[in-house]
Every structure is written in structure tokens, then in C-alpha cells.
């Protein structure tokens, strides 16, 4: 299977094949810092624990072949948030989910409080932190800011989550069908302190049928229960048998690449990544600005386009 010059772009369940940002592309981590100017002459800056994402990106083409971005900009699909499903990024085998639930800690930042979060020590992962939420009648069951990530189009998808429980306490995994329209919840991943085998969220058989559009992490603890995080991996190879590139990508090697479970990318060698892959994931984003574009040549209908985008903190809509 070629890898297809395109990404995915828009709401869950509607997201439209849209080109590359060929023409340019500019990418952001963003925090927010404060500096104070302390009476002694000094300086304390406060970091925010939580980063985020920004994009620029730039097309250049037909009005016909990026008519798509227009349609999404213009709310044709929903007002947002957005999602962005980049197919490369699966064929590398990245953790598909944001940093912050990867180093799942920092979960505690973004949770309101729900469940008493306690962020403790830890020397399983190399975060080197987890968090313990504890469930009572003072909080509903469920995270309020759940993980949704698309599925990539004929790719499986595993999932593996390291840490404890008590009770009935796990991640809950939703599902989102084509053919339903709606979430149900499917599966629930309970963590553990071993390197077991993860869970097989979307088989090959359901991805290749492409019926299954995204996926839905929700830690639930009910009362009584706690729930402690250290990392979650969400991939669409097992994390065991993961193989980051070694060199720089070579669209010759496209359509020799085997895309399925356990797939080495590049020639294996001693050089191979850690089992505990940093989240390279992005959230829901939303437009944050106009739809700038020129229009380049009216004879040929060859036009412009340059859109900022921003990383957000959750979407409503799901």
C-alpha cells in the first residue's frame, strides 16, 4: 500500500481528503509563560504545564483540488473543532495521542479536579511521574475531557496503558462507526506495571472495511475505585516491535513498505526506539484566523492559500 500525498481534515465522521501543505508549512509547540521582575532585581517566570500546538499552513493549486479546505473553512462540515489525520505519521508508527495524555501526569492539569488528582513519583516510564485518580459520589464516573483520536484510514490500531487500579477503575475506549453515527463503548483498558501485549483496538479486518472513524480514550473511575496513570501508547503497530525511521523519509520506498502489525520501517539494526513513545499527537484544532489566498494565475486557475490553526483544549461535540 502507497502512502497517498494527503491528509484528513475536518469533523469526525466527515473528515475530507485534503493535499499536503506543499507549498509551506509552519508548526509550533506553545506554553504560557509569565515573568515577574522580583524586588531584589531578579526575575520569576511561571511555565505552564500544559503545551499546545499552532500550525500555518500553505497550499498552492487548482481552485477545484483545494476547493475541500474552503468547504471545511466555511463550515460546510460543522463548526468544529477539527481534526487532523495525517497517514504518515501512522506509517512511522508514532503514538498517535497528544503529550499529555501520553506522559499521563499531566492529565492532572486538565481535569478540573475531577477525582482528586494526585501527581506522585514513579519509576516505571521514563516520565518519571503518574497520576492516581480516586472516584467518589462527588464526581461523575467519567474524564470530562476525553482523548479522540481519527482512526488512519486501512491501518490497525493498538492501545497499551501503564499503571495500577483498584476496583473497576480502567480507560474506557469508545468507538465511532461510519454506519451507526454514534460512540459506543467497546472495550475498557485496564493498566498494568508489565510490558504485555497491548490492546487490539481496530483490527485490520475492521480497518480495512474503514467503517470504524475514530477512537475515544475516557478514564473512568467509579466510587471506590482509583485509577493511576504513568503512559498510554496509542499506535497502529505494537509497541514491542516498534522501529522509529533511521534516516530521512524516501518516497521511493512508498510502496515497498509493509503495513501491517509488527512492521519494521527501515533496515533493523541495533538502532531501535524505546518501547515508551512520546505522544507526536494533535488534539482538536480550530481555525484562528481568515483564509488568506491569492490567486496566482486566472488562465491556468492556479491559486493560493494560508490558514493558521490552533490546537485546543477539548471538543464539545464529542
Known sequence: ??????????????????PWPQSGMGSDVNLYTETTQLLSGEQAVYRSPVSYRTYNMSWKGTGMKLQPIVDVYSGVYGNGPYYITDSLAGVQGTNLLPAKWAASHLLAHVCN???DPAVTTQTLTPEGKQVTFTGSADYPDEF???AVVPVIPGQPLYSKVWGSRTGSAGVRVYRFKRSTGVWNWDYTL?????NDAPTLLVSQTEANANDVAAVKLVPGVPTGSTLTL???DLAINDYRTYTPYLYGLDPALYPALTLFPGMFL?????????MYRSGMGTGPVQFTGNLGGKLDSAVIDRIGFSVDICEVSRDPNN
Open 1 to 18: 500500500m502507497a502512502v497517498n500525498k494527503t491528509m484528513l481534515f475536518g469533523p469526525i465522521g466527515a473528515q475530507v481528503e485534503v
Open 113 to 115: 479536579g475531577w477525582s
Open 144 to 146: 470530562p475531557n476525553p
Open 190 to 194: 485496564f493498566p498494568t506495571v508489565t
Open 230 to 232: 504513568a503512559h498510554i
Open 266 to 274: 527501515f533496515p533493523a539494526g541495533p538502532d531501535t526506539g524505546t
